[in-house]
């Protein structure tokens, strides 16, 4: 059984910083690109950023290029997403998700290209 299992998820203050992880078991992703989305409280879930199978390409939405760094170690089967400079727009439940074919990193930014998805972490930003 896949499992993506996220953690470092807290409440932090306008600027402040968190790391977020997602370990994967029951297959590995080193050939997969892995991704983070998030969901506000009542809008739709969104893509946040994403990373190739070697690590050397990264992507982000914009509202968060220069704050957030997606990061894996394929050897320990986990990604990374560390927030800087952490906004109250920020606030939301972060999910990670893995896809399900190998060396595939066409539309990145769409939810529905990954298969396995995490429970989901609480981000809350407080100004």
């Known amino acids: 059984q896949v499992q993506l299992v996220e953690s470092g998820g807290g409440s932090v203050q306008t600027g402040g910083s968190l790391r977020l992880s997602c370990a994967a078991s029951?297959?590995?992703?080193?050939?997969?690109?892995m991704g983070w989305f998030r969901r506000a409280p009542g809008k739709e879930r969104e893509f946040v950023a994403a990373i190739t199978w070697t690590g050397r390409t990264t992507f982000y939405t914009d509202s968060v290029k220069g704050r957030f760094t997606i990061s894996r170690d394929n050897a320990k089967n986990t990604v990374y997403l560390q927030m800087n400079n952490l906004k109250p727009e920020d606030t939301a439940v972060y999910y990670c998700a893995g896809r399900g074919y190998e060396y595939d990193v066409a539309r990145y930014e769409w939810a529905d290209k990954y298969i396995y998805w995490g429970q989901g972490t609480q981000v809350t930003v407080s100004s």
């Open positions: 029951g297959r590995t992703f080193s050939n997969s690109v």
